[in-house]
Structures are given as C-alpha cells and as structure tokens.
C-alpha cells in the first residue's frame, strides 16, 4: 500500500498496516478466540484481503493481569501459523519479549520482530544484528515487566521515551544493528500510565519523534485502556474511538499502525485521502 494524503499545508504519509492475531488465551480484547490454528489463519487471511501489509502474531497477552506464558508454549502457538503464512508469502511480524522466541520466530521467516521491552538483552543483540528482520523497539513505563496501572506524570514519562530512545537505539546501533532496520515505538495506553494524558501526548508529538530519532515510528491505539477511560466504554464498544486516534496518527505522519480492524483503518484512509485532495 502507498500514497500520500495531502491538504493545503499539510503534508500525511499513509502509514503501513499492521493487523493483529493473538493466539492466546487472555488477550484483553480477543483472548482465546484465535487461539485454534484454523481460526488464526482464517483471521490472519481476512485481514490481509483487507488490506494489511502486515499480520503480528501474538502469542503471549502482555496487559495487566496476563498470565506467564513460557517459550515453550510460544512457539507451539507460533509455528503452525507462521508457517502457513510464510508459505503464502504474507508479510509476519512476531510480538515477544522473549530471546528464545524472537530467535525462533527470524529462524522460521518472521521480517519483524516486536518487542514491548524494546530489546533489552544484549546478549541478542549480535544474533539481532546478523538477522534480515525489522526491529520494533517499543518504550514502556515498565521497561522489564508487563503492563502495570501505575499513575504517571505526562512531562516524567515524555522525557523517559526520549532518554530511552536514545540510549537503546545507540546500544543496538552500536552492536550491528543497521538503522534502517529499526522502528521505534513509543508505547500507549497501560505502557505510559493508567491516565490518558502521556498517550494523548505521545499521539500529538509523532512528527516529533520521527525527527529527533529519524526512524519510522509504530503506534497501536487499537482499544487501548487510555480510549476506554476517556469515552467510559468497554473493549467492544471502543471501535470508534480507536478509529479516530488511528486517523490522528496517520495526519501526524506515522509510519505503522498496528491495529485489530483493518477495513474500518483502510476505508477511512481512503476517504481522508479523497477529502484531503480535493
């Protein structure tokens, strides 16, 4: 996919889209319910005729609460769907913490490796630097540990994305990592804080970060906690809300956006770009 929407005096990328299967048991937002190889690859399928680039596959639910999942258990969900997706030429992203896995997931074909601890092991790093994938390097207040409710203060956790940032980007830059294979990601919703405000923010400054890093930049809104605290919605009812901070994320120029509906992200795309060259 590519394009470009355009306004007068704006200047938008249209992002990348990456569509999201957990195969897991407690996801937050669809737990279990791609669980089954079949139902994954059916999902994982629809998805990309609707127009991902991208499938992540997620065998492990990270939010507050998630149950421990060992790497044995990650690459039994992994392997029969990546394999298939693979074989289909389908773009796959692998979403894990852990070495064992990313290891596993390069090995099998994955072209992207995402890492809500933003790769911390160093002892990775040359394995990392000698794979063709592409790294997403996600912030999170956490750093070591799942999604946590934890208040926040806006200004703390904004000057925390840039001084991680700039310390991780160098330590894998410096072990081999060529730049051009990093994506950076600053975290949203329960990675920032259990208020709304340092997602907000994260959101207005992607023009931001994509110049003071000079890297793309991937943000997933989709039914985050911060949506569902400023609308007082549950999960199914936070399409709409997701859909907006998608669509603000793409007028502020992001890269990718990793999200659970892909048809309701394109469609609206489509219009904005028809609006925006009018």
């Known amino acids: ?24 048991e407690d996801s937050f ?15 994982a399928r629809r998805l990309r005729g609707e127009g991902a680039d991208v499938i992540e596959l997620g065998p492990a639910a990270s939010h507050p609460g998630a149950a421990a999942v060992t790497a044995d258990e990650e690459w039994q969900r992994l392997a029969p769907v990546i394999d298939h997706l693979i074989a289909a030429d389908i773009p796959v992203s692998v ?4 070495a064992d896995t ?30 063709d994938c592409w790294l997403v390097v996600m912030h999170s207040i956490q750093r070591d540990a799942p999604a946590t409710k934890v208040a926040t203060d806006p200004a703390a956790v904004m000057a925390g994305i840039e001084q991680f940032f700039a310390q991780r980007l160098a330590a894998l830059q410096s072990a081999g990592v060529r730049p051009d294979r990093l994506i950076i990601d600053p975290g949203l919703g329960y990675f920032l804080g259990s208020n709304p405000t340092p997602s907000l923010a994260v959101l207005a400054g992607i023009g931001y970060l994509k110049a003071r890093f000079g890297l793309p930049v991937l943000v997933s809104p989709s039914r985050k906690s911060f949506l569902r605290t400023l609308t007082a919605r549950e999960v199914a009812h936070t399409g709409p809300a997701s859909l907006a901070a998608e669509l603000y994320a793409a007028w502020q120029g992001v890269d990718y956006i990793r999200t659970h509906d892909v048809a309701a992200l394109k469609d609206a795309l489509t219009v904005l770009n028809a609006l925006a060259e009018q």
């Open 1 to 24: 996919m590519s394009g470009k929407l355009t306004a007068p005096g704006v200047h938008v990328g249209w992002p990348r889209l990456v569509g999201i299967v957990n195969v897991t």
């Open 95 to 98: 979403d894990s913490f852990r």
């Open 29 to 43: 937002s669809d737990g279990g319910r791609y669980l089954a190889t079949a139902d994954a690859l059916d999902h």
């Open 102 to 131: 990313q290891r596993f997931a390069a090995a099998r074909g994955a072209r992207y490796l995402n890492d809500i601890r933003g790769f911390p092991h160093e002892d990775m790093y040359e394995a990392l630097a000698a794979s």
